[in-house]
């Protein structure tokens, strides 16, 4: 997978890959990540990415020429899949969609600053808007390093034991059951026995039963879906 990372902070950008599960997908060449820096693509002395709203409004918006350009030089060197806006005005990301989005050959993600984005540029090249919940950042920066997490760690191979995705919460539309480690007793508290019983049917039905509980207790929203 080949995803390409529209910003105006390449700098903020980098440290999530330069680390743990992401750095080793990138060095076992799982998954490539590039930074375009918006600046690169701007004309005029000043370089500016942005200007006032016509119709008068505070906040500056994101021209669409810089954009253009440097949307095109891409698709020019190869054909993508998915042009993503970050954006708290898009679909709301779920364990669904970083699925769905670790499926492609090749992404852009294009980061929002300021008030946004000229509309001309979402109506034009982008084909999904996503959030990453309902509250507003500075820019779309941390939301796209918050999906290129979610979406590489599914990336056949990049987790090293294939099955701990499968386990994670919402993959199977709840929320993961307790686990343990050791010591088996810590200060008083134990660990449930069922654990320690080897009957592997048995510990299945009691990890079910608990993903089921917490998913009533905290996020009954999933249960009706
Ligand atoms: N940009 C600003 N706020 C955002 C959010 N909640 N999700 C994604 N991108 C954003």
């Known amino acids: 997978m080949r995803i390409d990372i529209i910003t105006v902070l390449p700098e903020l950008m980098r440290s999530p890959f330069e680390a743990s599960i992401l750095k080793r997908a990138i060095e076992a060449d799982l998954v490539s990540v590039h930074f375009h820096n918006l600046r690169d693509y701007a004309s005029g002395g000043y370089k500016a990415i942005d200007d006032t709203q016509y119709g008068g409004g505070a906040g500056m918006v994101m021209m669409i020429e810089p954009i253009d350009k440097c949307i095109s030089k891409l698709q020019s060197e190869r054909s993508y899949d998915d042009i993503i806006y970050m954006t708290p005005d898009g679909e709301r990301l779920t364990q669904s969609i970083a699925n769905q989005v670790s499926l492609k050959e090749n992404i852009i993600i294009l980061c929002g600053h300021y008030k946004g984005v000229d509309q001309r540029v979402r109506d034009k090249f982008v084909t999904r808007e ?21 979406v590489i760690r599914l990336i056949p191979g990049v987790l090293g034991n294939e099955t701990s995705a499968l386990t994670d919460s919402f993959q199977d539309g709840l929320l993961a059951p307790p686990i343990y480690t050791k010591p088996r007793e810590y200060d008083g508290m134990k660990v449930p026995e069922v654990l320690f019983s080897g009957n592997f049917p048995e510990i299945e039905k009691w990890r079910e039963a608990e993903a089921y509980k917490r998913t009533k207790a905290r996020r009954p929203d999933l249960l009706d879906d």
């Open 130 to 150: 996503i959030s990453i919940g309902d509250y507003v950042l500075s820019g779309g920066e941390l939301g796209a390093a918050v999906l290129c997490d979610a």
